[in-house]
């Protein structure tokens, strides 16, 4: 019995540090780095070294991420443009904690981590939108692929009826488009892309990519669909594709794409260049000047990926 009360004691004044920890921490790198991996070693070494441990500790940084994050949107005191600094910095060091800790518990292989990778770039490039300083940006719900086809039928339907086909061509023309519309479901076509937002009156569609490999076919046939379905329910709608890697001339389906009038392609520091100008942050210059995963991972992350040649697709 006075074991447990000890027990108890402890874990009440170890949950009180820990608090402390997020009520006085600067938010500086160093700190940021040192709270994120004191709270996951502690999960780490109760846990063990298994699948489900994995799970724990992404959902304890990610838990902690929200904790951090709430008290720097409620603070008056700071700039939008502080603000999200401040919350850029949170989750890069967010993600480094949690590549460090799956590699130490399940080392990464080449495709594993390359799609890891592009899973955290992407949800960083939208905190530019989510937290932007722009005004005028509104989020837009996507058409779900049912309304659409509403929408796109209740047009056609009109035209067909300005044609001189008599009232049985108009009846086989409407038995085809079924069809074909039953054709175009049985491929579950997904008309929700990564970022729907509105902006001077303006609808843009965005779709990020960490890259574009040499073997996107079916992923290209689905954006062409896509973005033909936005271009015939609004000609306006700009439809966007963010490529985190530079361009690669010879990939032929990128190609496809930008020659195809549907989609705009942005490569690398083009992609850059355009999140700035649509979210009105600088993201460019603040990878640049706080990004450096060379010295922000841990050594053992570090030389296991140096080791297995992937230090390569650290790059933002």
Request: a negative charge.
């Amino acid at each position: 019995m006075l074991l447990f009360i000890c027990l108890n004691i402890i874990n009440i004044f170890y949950k009180g540090k820990s608090l402390l920890k997020f009520e006085n921490l600067s938010h500086s790198k160093e700190e940021l780095l040192g709270l994120f991996r004191s709270e996951c070693e502690e999960i780490f070494r109760n846990a063990g070294s298994d699948n489900s441990t994995i799970k724990k500790i992404n959902s304890k940084v990610k838990q902690i991420t929200k904790n951090l994050v709430q008290p720097v949107v409620n603070n008056t005191e700071h700039t939008n443009l502080e603000r999200l600094d401040k919350i850029l910095m949170i989750h890069y060091c967010s993600y480094i904690v949690m590549i460090e800790f799956r590699n130490r518990i399940r080392p990464y292989e080449y495709m594993d981590f390359t799609r890891r990778i592009g899973e955290l770039w992407e949800p960083f490039c939208k905190l530019c939108w989510k937290y932007t300083s722009e005004s005028g940006i509104a989020e837009v719900i996507p058409p779900s692929f049912e309304e659409a086809k509403l929408q796109l039928l209740s047009k056609l339907n009109a035209f067909i009826e300005t044609t001189s086909l008599t009232a049985e061509e108009k009846k086989e023309l409407n038995r085809y488009l079924d069809l074909m519309w039953e054709l175009v479901a049985s491929g579950e076509i997904q008309l929700k892309c990564d970022l729907h937002f509105e902006k001077d009156g303006i609808k843009y569609n965005i779709d990020y990519k960490s890259g574009f490999n040499s073997n996107e076919k079916g992923n290209t046939n689905r954006l062409l669909m896509v973005g033909s379905i936005f271009k015939k329910l609004n000609p306006n709608y700009v439809n966007i594709i963010l490529v985190r890697a530079e361009e690669n001339e010879n990939n032929h389906y990128l190609q496809t794409l930008k020659n195809s009038n549907l989609w705009d392609v942005y490569c690398g520091h083009e992609t850059y260049d355009k999140i700035e100008e649509l979210a009105g942050y600088p993201l460019k210059d603040w990878i640049e000047h706080n990004i450096d995963w060379k010295n922000d991972l841990d050594n053992y992350t570090l030389d296991y990926l140096a080791e297995n040649n992937l230090t390569q697709y650290l790059r933002w």
